[in-house]
């Protein structure tokens, strides 16, 4: 996957801010402003990594550019996750908006390179735009960038979460997953909304599990508490405080938050709280 191509070197969770120049990027495509996207692009007849095949970057700026006269409003790309490493920065992203009238939804994912001339996008890859599904859940306006912590520190984090739980009476509520899992935020969110808030602070301390860019980190943790992650993520486990596993998801029961709702939500917090 481009992820694991263009930035294979160790890197480092960014601090959740405002990366400006993506945010000037945004700007001068919802304008569809190629003059002013190309800026952000290496300049003369530079290639991108894109995939397995570069992409020529005028190609890369028209596509993007064209994106308004082809019919697209409410351009809405979010940040679900941003690393950084040597002076670049990698962003996953989840792009919505309307396109005639009509919700879609694309993923990408961009390498920023902090060159002598600024900030260049180096690498950048997109799928189609596809019909987006609705939600019942609510979804988050800025993704929490850090919602997932290093795969390394998951031991730490669950031990520290079991002593806590312990403490306040609670039990552990283990979520697998990753930052570049949309679905993984909107249940988060769901979580700190204010009709779950008490339910889940009363009752749980949520530990979150990174499962890695390439879903292959955590695989031991996630199979000694009897979670299931080959049907996807988020996938959910609840632990007393001694560690004994009280329930663990097998069946991808959360791992679409488009075909669950409040209901279930509440009905699995309700049913597992102590």
Known sequence: ???????????????????????????????GDESALAKFYPAGGAKLLAGKDPIAAHDEIAWWAGLKDHGLTQFNPRILEMKTANGSTLLQLR?????????????????????????????SNHGNFGAEAGRRLPEPATPNVNLYPEPREAEADLKAGLAKAGRERKR???????????????LDTTFHSKAFASLVDGN?????????DEGKDNGPLAARLGVALDRGVPSLGVLEPNGKVVYAQKNGEFESTVKIGPDDVRAFLETWKP
Request: a negative charge; hydrophobic letters at 55%; aromatic letters at 12%.
């Open 172 to 186: 552990v509520l283990v979520v697998f997953g990753g930052n570049w899992c949309y679905d993984c935020h909107v």
């Open 95 to 123: 792009v919505s908006g309307q396109m005639n009238g009509v919700p879609v939804v694309a993923g990408a994912v961009q390498l920023w390179s902090h060159t002598p001339e600024g900030w260049k996008i180096v690498a």
């Open 1 to 31: 996957m481009l992820v694991a191509v263009i930035f294979a070197a160790q890197v480092a969770a960014n601090a959740q801010t405002p990366f400006a120049p993506f945010s000037d990027w945004k700007t001068a495509v919802a304008g």
């Open 204 to 212: 749980y301390v949520v530990v979150h599990i990174n499962i890695g």
